[in-house]
């Protein structure tokens, strides 16, 4: 699928000096299928080579990604992906919803980090890639929520819920994942209630959860750019099957360009090193018909 990520220089420039002012404000799209000709890409990250797009119909906000690189899908598949949701405009931390979360029992005498290290020998020996070993837990793959006090921890593929999640590798090796958020989750009021949000996106784990050794590999963390433009798709959960996606915001800076079927542009070699956690945030509005 051809590219819908390609935008004139002087556009990108435009975007990135926008940014480098504030948070930069990327578009939210009407609408609840992420193939629909009317949800446009929303963003593209560079870095992490991911590209995303948000919408929102009167009912929830979704999230669709597509994940390019395979060591940032398996950063994102052992470690999580949280995206937070900020009424307030200060970039807090208070609400989010964090997907896909491997479900690890508890063994006693055997500290988390050890457990993880056995679970991906385990995968490592016995799958063809990690992306795919990781995937064939799919069904196990838990999401939990957090506003305020209140949080929500269950298994969206085995429990009945009011979250929509969507997880999968297309044909292109190209991981997509799609989150749906009930507005009402997010705010009582509803549609009616919200207006501009900030919206935060991390991969992988949080500085307190890599100092307490979850996250044993891939170097450190790291705040960047992104571009503004991504595309997805919709269900429920997944194997391997066809799907679209979407890219990118950023803390500090922001530029334009993503797709619904993004070309990859070249992933780093080899030995370069992908840090064990990005984040970036950016400021959008929801949409109202």
């Given at each position: 699928m051809k590219s819908r990520f390609v935008l004139p220089a002087a556009i990108l420039l435009i975007l990135f000096m926008s940014g480098?002012?504030?948070?930069?404000?990327?578009?939210?799209?009407?609408?609840?299928?992420?193939?629909s000709a009317d949800i446009k890409p929303t963003g593209y990250h560079a870095d992490t080579k991911t590209g995303w797009m948000s919408f929102n119909d009167s009912t929830h906000i979704y999230f669709a990604f597509s994940f390019f690189d395979p060591r940032v899908q398996t950063l994102v598949l052992r470690n999580?992906?949280?995206?937070?949701?900020?009424?307030?405009k200060?970039?807090?931390e208070d609400c989010f919803v964090k997907f896909p979360l491997i479900k690890r029992e508890v063994i006693a005498g055997v500290t988390e980090g050890q457990q993880l290290a056995q679970q991906r020998g385990r995968q490592n020996r016995q799958q063809r890639t990690t992306t795919e070993a990781l995937l064939e837990q799919a069904q196990g793959f838990e999401l939990q929520w957090k506003n305020g006090e209140k949080v929500i921890q269950i298994n969206p593929s085995l429990e009945k819920t009011d979250f929509h999640t969507f997880i999968a590798v297309d044909t292109a090796n190209?991981?997509?994942?799609?989150?749906?958020?009930?507005?009402?989750?997010l705010n009582p009021g509803g549609?009616?209630?919200l207006d501009e949000i900030v919206v935060g996106l991390r991969f992988g784990q949080s500085a307190a959860e890599l100092q307490s050794g979850g996250q044993q590999q891939m170097g450190g963390g790291q705040q960047s750019a992104?571009?503004?433009?991504g595309a997805g798709s919709g269900g429920s959960s997944g194997g391997r099957g066809g799907s679209r996606g979407g890219g990118g915001g950023g803390r500090g800076g922001g530029g334009g360009a993503s797709s619904a079927g993004?070309?990859?542009?070249?992933?780093p070699g080899g030995n370069a090193m992908m840090p064990a956690t990005t984040e970036f945030w950016y400021k959008t509005r929801v949409m109202k018909k």
């Open positions: 480098c002012t504030g948070l930069t404000e990327l578009p939210m799209y009407w609408g609840h299928n992420a193939g999580g992906m949280t995206v937070f949701l900020d009424q307030t200060k970039m807090k190209v991981l997509n994942i799609i989150v749906g958020v009930p507005i009402t989750y549609l009616a209630a992104m571009s503004g433009t993004m070309q990859q542009g070249g992933a």
